[in-house]
T-cell receptor, first 113, second 112 residues
Framework: AQSVTQPDIHITVSEGASLELRCNYS??????LFWYVQSPGQGLQLLLK??????LVQGIKGFEAEFKRSQSSFNLRKPSVHWSDAAEYFC???????????FGKGTRLHILP | DTGVSQDPRHKITKRGQNVTFRCDPI?????LYWYRQTLGQGPEFLTY????????KSRLLSDRFSAERPKGSFSTLEIQRTEQGDSAMYLC??????????FGDGTRLSIL
């Protein structure tokens, strides 16, 4: 069955510190992988995507993610977080004819001043 | 690119009433998706359209739910005889085939 696991429900980091959000997926074929960010009461904004090619992908707002097929992982990283990065982050997997996306349960990021 | 637009942003209704939400996708996108998001969860797929054809419906979409996209442009999602468990954020997304989905800001439904 297709699924996405985000093992950390909450993460707290200090402003300026580095960040890594974990994501593991289960998918029968080569997946399309995504990270979305959601601010309270808002929709989801695409941070980055992996379809094929280079396994290290760059996204918006200084985020990057690395696809590791052997570990079924797609972790999100940022070298230095800003207070405005506080939000909920969703890892997602999709692909195939219908492009239907399956989301993880999300990781809420808190930033300490 | 005006983005995906959803209306209304918030809807409060009494249990048993019918509600209808509207989604206007990005104009050139032929695919349109509906998702439901409950508190503390990620969005869950409900249904999707390619142009005007509804191609898949999740088992989450009970008989009380119906979605349409009559001319392959905007879409409506109707919930009949609402129940407490229908309280959620309803998200619409659109895309071109094999391209990332762009989401609207959602309609938050509260059932009294």
């Amino acid at each position: 069955a297709q699924s996405v696991t985000q093992p950390d429900i909450h993460i707290t980091v200090s402003e300026g510190a580095s960040l890594e959000l974990r994501c593991n997926y289960s998918y029968g074929a080569t997946p399309y992988l995504f990270w979305y960010v959601q601010s309270p009461g808002q929709g989801l904004q695409l941070l980055l995507k992996y379809f094929s090619g280079d396994t290290l992908v760059q996204g918006i707002k200084g985020f990057e993610a690395e696809f590791k097929r052997s570990q079924s992982s797609f972790n999100l990283r940022k070298p230095s977080v800003h207070w405005s990065d506080a939000a909920e982050y969703f890892c997602a997997v999709g692909g195939g004819r219908d492009d239907k996306i399956i989301f993880g349960k999300g990781t809420r990021l808190h930033i300490l001043p | 690119d005006t983005g995906v637009s959803q209306d209304p942003r918030h809807k409060i209704t009494k249990r048993g009433q019918n509600v209808t939400f509207r989604c206007d996708p990005i104009s050139e996108h032929n695919r349109l998706y509906w998702y439901r998001q409950t508190l503390g969860q990620g969005p869950e797929f409900l249904t999707y359209f390619q142009n005007e054809a509804q191609l898949e419906k999740s088992r989450l979409l009970s008989d009380r739910f119906s979605a349409e996209r009559p001319k392959g442009s905007f879409s409506t999602l109707e919930i009949q005889r609402t129940e407490q468990g229908d309280s959620a954020m309803y998200l619409c997304a659109s895309s071109l085939q094999n391209q990332p989905q762009h989401f609207g800001d959602g309609t938050r439904l509260s059932i009294l």
